[in-house]
């Protein structure tokens, strides 16, 4: 059977790996979850590379939710260098599901952004490893996870 | 047969793979294109690591619309550092088709430029596996893609 | 017995060592602290690679004061990059301390808040190598080492 | 026969491997030049390493000119650190010689200084082959190629 | 017998080797120095590599002195993240000298400060290699190489 990775954060102020396991086995099923939980987003390129490395999984979904400050977004800068880093080493895929925290402005919207962001990537993870065709007929739609879509420009 | 991988994303509003394949099929024969569409720029680097280790691909087309947001800045920045390291790990060129959103200032001009550099890179991609003196022949003469060339300074 | 690495430079102005260490020997036993100490931050990457490679630390933590000039930032995120890398060289966490000197805006509150933090990540470092389920348990709770913790957006 | 790599771009406005080859010529012999043209700068770095592993190369040139927009100066960014990765795996140097068209006002100070540069680091290039204790007699010099050197301060 | 790398550039205005070697010897023996000159800061990472690949040295000196233009501190960015990544390959030591040319104001100053810098640096690579009990004595005590200490806090 197949596995799928989700590595979340202490840090993060909302649960986004729950929402994604729940997301996951709403849209499929023939999979396991494994699941890691870290202090902060730069802990979690090794997570990851360990739930690939040692765990087995087939892809993994890293959630993160980086803070408002310039020092926040250089986490992430680094965080997201290292997740490249593993998918490279790994020949795997990771989904990474960032929610800045001032993407929005207030704690409500932030919430809603955070949960409506992992469901949508967590479909897009089932879909990598279950069925990359549901992504190729998406080709050049201008989708936006959490947010409306932008669509096509024809 | 060679192969010439061709990956893209589902964030882009133009369907720019379609162009690629097109202008690919126009300017030359003796390869088979291998697609692949992942959901952000920042996938793109394993989606073509994948195209060259797995499907054998001799140069890849990596297609991407990065938005007009200082995050967006930054992932293709990560998107275009991995892609390189991709390069270096397979001794196999990617070019990288990126069209930033603010670039110009409407959607109409959008559609055009993405089209248009994916077109001209497609022929970029085709020369250097199969007439690589054709680029030789251009060297330090402006180039351009999607925009008028530049031309030399004598 | 499992071995604790803890890296730290002569640029601190705080005795974070020290504090790590009482701090892991007040959370628990079962392991070996090893130590090193460097002159700056982007010495640590290497230093944490030995204690893992050479010394045989399970996890490490990596204890750092970056000044308040531009030139200190870039310092700060070099080292990052760097332990980042070595984290996915080694399959090994390394837990990054780094109390920046514009955190806080005496020299009575840094010294606090390097120490208060060590101490915190201590107790991440001890439980990621021996009871990760506690980690699980506080996903997406909102953790701030050094801070007051944000709490979880219900 | 030890080879010299000469990588340029399209994308640049002046012929700059001419005048490399022209410069090599005149300083010395003993060696071959082995030419490549890529696209743009961020081609560079792997057709670089193709040079050094499958030519054979011991020292690669490579030239380009980025444009003046925060978007080329990020590709020099990302083009310089691959063309590091590309010799710490090699254990080859690269001389890096790139041209901002933002260094000067006009387009024929642009074609000067473009030629002179890339003259001035060919001959360091060949130095760096074929004599290096060159190098060392300058050290701490405060040569500039391109521009005046601006000399040892004592 | 011990050996010490130490590489410099023909970029800097002041000879940080000499000082660096005659430091050194100053402070201790039972070592060889081995020396490598290239032309700017960004040929160091390589020039570093080889000195420990080819030379086997067991701890290396990178001297440099960015210019103060925003190119030059890329420049300077993209050297450090080479050399980190260089001990990462080969578990050994690199300590960085780099002087800004702004970090002063006029060129005494700038020569003083190169100086003074690369001699407590070189103390610092002594003391890594033959006797590290020296730097763990000074942890957390606030070291500023070149300027003054700016001491622990209590």
Known sequence: MKKIGVADTT????????????????TGSGFKVVRRTV?????LPVACKKLIDEEGCGIVMALGMPGPKP???????????????????TNTHIIEVFVHMDEVSSEKELAHLAE???REHAVNA????FRPQ??????GTGQRQGF???????
Do not use: W
Not at 11 to 26: G, Q, T
Not at 39 to 43: Q, R, S, T
Not at 126 to 129: A, I, R, S, V
């Open 39 to 43: 202090p902060g987003i730069k802990d």
């Open 11 to 26: 840090f993060s102020r909302v649960d986004m790996a729950s929402a994604a396991v729940d997301e996951l086995n709403a």
């Open 116 to 118: 409506r962001r992992t």
């Open 126 to 129: 089932y879909n990598m490893l």
């Open 148 to 154: 409306k879509d932008e669509g096509r420009i024809e």
């Open 71 to 89: 020092v926040d977004k250089t986490c992430a800068h680094e965080a997201s260098m290292g997740l490249i880093q593993v998918q490279l080493l």
């Open 134 to 139: 549901k992504l190729r007929r998406q080709a």
